[in-house]
Each structure stands twice: as C-alpha cells, then as structure tokens.
Nanobody, 121 residues
C-alpha cells in the first residue's frame, strides 16, 4: 500500500503565499515523476506543476513565475511553494506520484486526498 498525505492548504488573502507538502509512505521502491494538480468547482482537474527524478520542472502557464515545485527524494516528499496567490488559484490541490512498489513491478500512479486552497480577494 502507498499513501500520500498532503498538508499546507488553507485560506489566504490575494498576494499571499502558501506551501503545500505531500509525503509518500508505504511500499515504495522507486519514485519517478511527482506532480501537483488542482480542481476548481465546476472545472476539470488541471496539471499545475511537474518534477522529474532529476529535478526538471514544468508548469502550467497560469502559475509560471509564481509557483515552484520541488522534491526531497530522501523524504519521499514533494512541495509546492505558491506565491502571489490570486482568487483564481482557489481549488482543491492534489499531489500524485509515479512509483514502483517493488523491483518486480511496473510503475503505478498514486494520488493524495487533496487539500483545499482558498484565496480571498
């Protein structure tokens, strides 16, 4: 079993900052990509940020220059630093990882339960 526990969401005023964390635990042999996505009410889930094993990153255009994704491989944790937050950033944020439970298995995608981020104007 693989578990992802997210933390760091909350209510913040526009222009403020939040840092999300997502810690993976359980039967994990190797982690490949780690991602953050979000889903606002009435909208489809969208990929916000992506980081590879080697540390290469990609961001949605809407968050470039404001959000930073990072990872600590030893702690099996991925972070999302969110600065200059806007009301349109309000959503449930989900982390997901692509991980191999054991050397004899393939990679699977695992999702966290989501954490609410609300940005007031």
């Amino acid at each position: 079993q693989v578990q992802l526990v997210e933390s760091g969401g909350g209510l913040v005023q526009a222009g403020g900052s939040l840092r999300l964390s997502c810690a993976a635990s359980g039967n994990i042999f190797s982690i490949n990509a780690m991602n953050w996505s979000r889903q606002a009410p009435g909208k489809q889930r969208e990929l916000v940020a992506h980081i590879t094993t080697g540390g290469s990153t990609n961001y949605a255009d809407s968050v470039k220059g404001r959000f930073t994704i990072s990872r600590d491989n030893a702690k099996k944790t991925v972070y999302l630093q969110m600065n200059s937050l806007k009301p349109e950033d309000t959503a449930v944020y989900y982390c997901n990882i692509v991980a191999m439970p054991s050397p004899r298995e393939r990679y699977y995608t695992y999702w966290g339960q989501g954490t609410q981020v609300t940005v007031s104007s």
